[in-house]
């Protein structure tokens, strides 16, 4: 028999800005479901790897995320 745990979640839209040696060169937006603003801003960075933006020809690529509480 399993223990049943009721996990809140919630709707977070998380923005993931790109830089190029500190310079902002695009943002991408991504909505997310989970249980806390960490675990979505974790998840959000995850899925930023796949973006077009994610390009190892960018010099001093970096980025960083803003999550924004939809509830």
Not at 10 to 32: K, L, M, N, P, R
Not at 55 to 70: E, H, K, W, Y
């Amino acid at each position: 028999m399993r223990a049943q745990s009721d996990v809140c979640l919630y709707e977070f839209t998380v923005d993931v800005a790109f830089f190029s040696d500190g310079e902002h060169f695009a943002s991408q937006s991504y909505d997310i479901t989970a249980s806390t603003w960490f675990s979505a801003r974790q998840q959000a960075l995850q899925m930023s790897v796949s973006s077009v933006y994610d390009n190892p020809r960018i010099p001093g690529l970096s980025r960083s995320a803003t999550v924004r509480s939809d509830s």
